[in-house]
């Protein structure tokens, strides 16, 4: 996840951001933090269901392996 989340409450001056969002003072400021909150929310979720697909995968490749086994231990019979 992105460690460098940080939030600037520059002064009017700079309000404006590099992209584009601010500009109008406060009421910029937290469009521009509610936004960057959002983008890192939305990275949380897309790598907490990578590794979820990757445990769920890893869960269903021995599952299939112990039954494969099984059928063949019982085909040995």
Do not use: W
Not at 55 to 66: D, L, P, Q, R, S
């Amino acid at each position: 996840m992105g460690d460098n989340c940080l939030v600037s409450f520059r002064g009017t001056d700079d309000a404006k951001s590099a992209n584009g969002v601010g500009g109008d003072g406060a009421k910029g400021k937290m469009k521009e933090a509610a936004q960057e909150g959002l983008k890192t929310s939305k990275i949380a979720v897309e790598e907490s269901a990578e590794s979820a697909a990757k445990v769920v995968g890893g869960a269903t490749h021995k599952t299939t392996e112990k039954a494969k086994k099984s059928v063949y231990e019982k085909d040995e019979f």
